[in-house]
């Protein structure tokens, strides 16, 4: 009778263990740095050039763009939403989104930055999935370079506090947050000389107006141990100083958000890394083509690695002239808006665009095409070779 009883205490044991490993499985991203499901993970170098863009952000704000990236349609969807909403988040709570996408969807200039470099955005969210301690290693790694380099300083907008080897940015303000801009390749490169300081560092950092701090703001960065927790609104820090002003609301503080979701199927989504590229302003002579290599889908046809079934995933039409107005802006707004040079987070660099070399480019393209058809047809094939055949 003992034996028996033993052997079902035992087995229920077992099988409350294997229940609780698949649920921490299926919601936090694995903490183990490298492999990839391919295989293959990025190298420090690679973390480095994907993360500089935003590794001086906010650790409150970091907190949700890292779990908001692996929900790619959704960040699209917010980011369609808020431009038929006029930029105004206020009735973004009730949107049947996840917690961190809505968390984001409080900062439009966060949220089009994602949805206009899906990209990047997946990228990042399959980095985040696969190799989440690496990912906050990394920006320690970047903010430590920004600091030493005289750029990373506190200011009227953020603290930058030094613990040991770690370093936060928090809000300086209690009731507003501030999002930088800024350059990698001057700040993360470039080291600022003799005159380093708050002057040298607000030439290179720049703020735009503060945005409010609200309940949304749920999530924080454990440096130490490399995760993103829930703080439900009790901790220390900036959560006690602004905690005074925020309204709490079960939309967002709620035990069920005690973990930390992520969507890990954003690791089977395609990226086109050719675009990852030229995010290489800390690492100059680094690319993604090892990545890229192990990130075909045997439907492409297309060098470039673009997945023609993203499309009908996400129930678009291209031949829709509607297509723009649904992102929220015609397509000529989006063409003026691309060839503006900037000297920004994702600025490609500082060349200018010659409009007759691209013209006499263009005429000499049509010419050999013309030719090669008189020849025997080869235009077709040249334009779409080249791609992988399974």
Known sequence: MKTTITLCL?????????????????????AAAGATAEGTGLSAEQMD??????????DPLLAQVF??????????????????????????????????????GHYPQVVYMMSDKLDWTTALGQAYVNQS??????VQRLRARAKAAGYLVTTPQQVVIVEKEVIKVVPAQPQVIYV?????????VQPSGPSTGTVVATAAISFGV???????????????????????????????????????????????????HVNSAVVSRNVNYNNINHYNNVNRNVNYNNVNVNNVNTN???????????????????NDARVNSMRGGEAATRSAQATQQRSSAFSRGGSSFDTRAASQRGQASRASAQQSRSVGGGGRAARSGGGRRH
């Open 10 to 30: 035992l087995s229920c044991l077992v099988a409350n263990v294997a229940h609780a490993a698949a649920h921490r499985s299926a919601s936090h991203p694995p």
């Open 49 to 58: 050039n994907l993360l500089a863009p935003i590794a001086l952000y906010p």
């Open 67 to 104: 779990p908001a990236s692996t929900f790619v349609d959704q960040i699209d969807q917010a980011a369609r939403w808020l431009r038929s909403n006029n930029n105004n988040p206020a009735k973004i709570d009730s949107q049947k989104w996840d917690v961190s996408v809505k968390s984001v």
């Open 133 to 138: 301690t690496d990912v906050l290693t990394s």
């Open 180 to 188: 930088p801009t800024y350059n990698p390749q001057v700040v993360y």
């Open 210 to 260: 503060g945005l409010a701090i609200g309940a949304w703001l749920n999530n924080d960065c454990n440096w130490y141990s490399h995760t993103v927790y829930y703080h439900g609104w009790h901790g220390s820090g900036w959560i006690t100083t602004s905690s005074h002003y925020v309204h709490v609301n079960s939309v967002y503080v709620n035990h069920r958000y005690s973990t930390v």
């Open 300 to 318: 492409n046809v297309n060098r470039n690695n673009v997945n023609t079934n993203n499309v009908a995933n996400k129930n678009i039409n291209t």
